[in-house]
C-alpha cells in the first residue's frame, strides 16, 4: 500500500498552476492574484463628510451646547454626488450628506443630532456641540495613496479583494483562472433519474457529487456524462475531456473487476499511475496524465466507484491538485483542520490504513469542537454524507475512547 503523504506528494506533483488570465472582477472571487496590487490614487480621492450635517468652520462653534447653542446661517446644501461649490464664511455652515465632499473654508461637520432648527427660519441652525477641527472630516487619501501596497500577488481575492479593486477603478484583474475540470462516470450499471431502475441498476449519484464538489473547489466543473463500461465509449470520452478541460475526474472502473475499462484505457491513453492507499474508504486511486492540445498534460483523477469512496478520494486528492493547479499555495489546498472530541467515540480496528469517517461537527457551549458519526459508515452509505460537514481522520490504531480528541477535516 502506498502511504497516504506519498500519494499526496505524486498528485500534487504534478499539478502545476495554469497560466495567468486577465478576468473581469465578476468571475474573480476565490481566484489567486498574481499580480500585486497597488494603488494609483486617493482614497478617497476628495475629503468628505462621515455624518449627516453642518459643514462649520470648527473654531465658530467655540463654546456651543444644548444649552449655549451657537446660531449659524445656512447657505445651501451639498449631497454624495454634487460637488463642492459653496464656501461657507463665518459663521455660516453649510447642510451636507454623508459622502458629500466637504468644502474647502469648512474644517469639520457638526452632526445633525447635534443641531436644532431654528423655529420660523427656513435658513438658520442653533448647532449644540463644539467641534475640533477636522471632526468627522475623512481626508483625501486617509485610506490609500499612490504608491501605496493594497495586497500582495499570492492572496485569494476575496469579497473585500474585489471591493478595493472597484474601489481603484479596476474593472479585471489578472488571476490564475479557475480549472475547467470535465467528470465523467462509468458503469454499466447506472442509469438517470427519470427512468425506472431495470434489475442490476442503481442511479448515477457520484457525477452529481463531484460535479458539485469540483464547483465548490472553485473550480469550473464540465459535465462529460455517463459512459458505459466499454472501451471505445470511455476512450472517446476521456480525448473529449483532454481537448476541452484542463483536468479530469472519472469515478468507477479502476479497481480489479473484469470490466474496469477506464484502467486499460487510462493506461493506454496516459502516463498513469494506480496505488493502493493505506486509507479507508478510497483505497484505489488512479492518476496520471492524458496528452492534451499544445504538448499539455492533463492531469487524471481515477477515483473509486463507491459513493463515499469517490468523494473521500476527491477531498484528498483531486480537491488539492486542482487548488495547486489553481494557483494556491500549501495553506490553502485542503480544507480547515481542527482538533474535536469525539463525544461517543469512534472506534475501528487496526488494518494498517488511515480511516476517513464522516462526522458531525459543531462548536459546543464550552468552546470545543465535538463530532458524533454522521450514520453507517461503510463505502456505499451515501446516506450518511448528508449529515456530515466533516471527516474525522482517524490513524492505524483502535480508533478513539468516547471524549477523545481526533482531527477532523471541515467539508462544509
Ligand atoms: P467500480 O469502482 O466501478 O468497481 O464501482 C464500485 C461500486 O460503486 C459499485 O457498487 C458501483 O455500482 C458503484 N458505483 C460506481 N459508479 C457509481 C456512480 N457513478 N454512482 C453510484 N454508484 C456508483
Ligand atoms: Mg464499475
Given at each position: 500500500?502506498t502511504?497516504l ?56 462653534t ?23 461649490t ?40 442653533d ?67 427519470g ?54 475526474v ?19 491513453l ?9 486509507i ?55 480544507r ?13 480496528h ?63
Amino acid at each position: 500500500m502506498t502511504p497516504l503523504g506519498e500519494a499526496r506528494a505524486f498528485v500534487l506533483g504534478a499539478c502545476t498552476p495554469l497560466a495567468p488570465r486577465r478576468l473581469p472582477l465578476a468571475e474573480a472571487l476565490g481566484c489567486v492574484a498574481v499580480e500585486p496590487l497597488v494603488a494609483e490614487e486617493l482614497i478617497p480621492p476628495f475629503a468628505n463628510t462621515a455624518v449627516d450635517g453642518f459643514a462649520v468652520r470648527a473654531a465658530d462653534t467655540a463654546g456651543a451646547t444644548p444649552t449655549t447653542p451657537v446660531r449659524f446661517s445656512v447657505i445651501g446644501t451639498i449631497a454624495a454626488g454634487m460637488a463642492p461649490t459653496l464656501e461657507p464664511g463665518p459663521g455660516e455652515a453649510v447642510r451636507i450628506m454623508t459622502g458629500a465632499p466637504v468644502p474647502a473654508t469648512a474644517d469639520a461637520v457638526v452632526m445633525v443630532e447635534d443641531s436644532r432648527p431654528v423655529a420660523g427660519s427656513g435658513d438658520e441652525i442653533d448647532l449644540l456641540a463644539e467641534v475640533p477641527a477636522g471632526r468627522h472630516v475623512r481626508p483625501a487619501g486617509d485610506d490609500l495613496r499612490p504608491g501605496d501596497a493594497v495586497f500582495p500577488a499570492g492572496d485569494v481575492l476575496s469579497a473585500g479583494h474585489l471591493g478595493v479593486l472597484a474601489t481603484l477603478g479596476r474593472a479585471d484583474v489578472v488571476v490564475v483562472p479557475p480549472v475547467r475540470v470535465g467528470v465523467l462516470s462509468t458503469g454499466d450499471e447506472l442509469v438517470d433519474a427519470g427512468v425506472d431502475l431495470q434489475p442490476g441498476q442503481i442511479r448515477d449519484s457520484n457525477r452529481r457529487t463531484l460535479l458539485a464538489l469540483v464547483t465548490q473547489a472553485g473550480a469550473e466543473a464540465v459535465d462529460l456524462g455517463r459512459i458505459p463500461d466499454d472501451e471505445a465509449a470511455i476512450t472517446a470520452a476521456i480525448e473529449r475531456g483532454a481537448t476541452e478541460c484542463d483536468a479530469l475526474v472519472t469515478s468507477g472502473g479502476v479497481s480489479m473487476g473484469d470490466f474496469d475499462f477506464v484502467k486499460v484505457v487510462l493506461d493506454r491513453l496516459g502516463d498513469m499511475r494506480w496505488m493502493q492507499v493505506a486509507i479507508k474508504p478510497a483505497k484505489p486511486l488512479a492518476f496520471g496524465t492524458v496528452p492534451g492540445p499544445d504538448g499539455r498534460r492533463v492531469p487524471v483523477f481515477g477515483l473509486p466507484g463507491n459513493p463515499v469512496s469517490s468523494v473521500v478520494s476527491f477531498e484528498l486528492f483531486a480537491r488539492p491538485g486542482l487548488r495547486r493547479m489553481m494557483g494556491h499555495g500549501d495553506g490553502a489546498l485542503d480544507r480547515s483542520r481542527v482538533q474535536a472530541v469525539a463525544d461517543d467515540g469512534l472506534p475501528r480496528h487496526p488494518d494498517g490504513k488511515t480511516h476517513f469517517a464522516r462526522v458531525v461537527c459543531h462548536y459546543g457551549d464550552d468552546r470545543r469542537f465535538h463530532v458524533r458519526s454522521a450514520g453507517g459508515q461503510g463505502s456505499h452509505h451515501v446516506s450518511a454524507l448528508v449529515g456530515a460537514n466533516a471527516l474525522a481522520e482517524l490513524p492505524d490504531g483502535p480508533g478513539v475512547e468516547p471524549g477523545g480528541l481526533v482531527d477532523v477535516l471541515l467539508t462544509e
